[in-house]
């Protein structure tokens, strides 16, 4: 049974940084590429950024690019999002996922993420 469990949320001022932790259980985590994904109050859920398995190429959506970093520890089964510069408008639940071969798409419980001016 696939698993994913963000932690590392909370509540800081514009500015500061964070660290989002994503541990799975369930598959071969080095096969999968991770990926982030936010949704905002009265917001659609999108996309935030992406890891590939081995960790060699990361993507990120423009409005992230040189604040938020993406990197996955294989040996335990991890991915985290470094939040860095954050600012209110990065509030929003934070979410891992990952898309397993011939079974679909899997998501953690999400992770509060709340950025006051």
């Known amino acids: 049974q696939v698993q994913l469990v963000e932690s590392g949320g909370g509540l800081v001022q514009a500015g500061d940084s964070l660290r989002l932790s994503c541990r799975a259980s369930?598959?071969?985590?080095?096969?999968?590429?991770m990926y982030w994904f936010r949704q905002a109050p009265g917001k659609e859920r999108e996309f935030v950024g992406a890891?590939?398995?081995?960790?060699?190429?990361?993507e990120y959506v423009d409005s992230v690019k040189g604040r938020f970093v993406i990197s996955r520890d294989n040996a335990k089964n991890t991915v985290y999002l470094q939040m860095n510069s954050l600012k209110p408008e990065d509030t929003a639940v934070y979410y891992c996922?990952?898309?397993?071969?011939?079974?679909?798409?899997?998501w953690g419980q999400g992770t509060q993420v709340t950025v006051s001016e």
């Open positions: 996922n990952v898309k397993v071969y011939y079974t679909g798409d899997f």
């Open positions: 369930g598959i071969i985590f080095s096969m999968y590429a």
């Open positions: 890891i590939s398995g081995s960790g060699g190429r990361t």
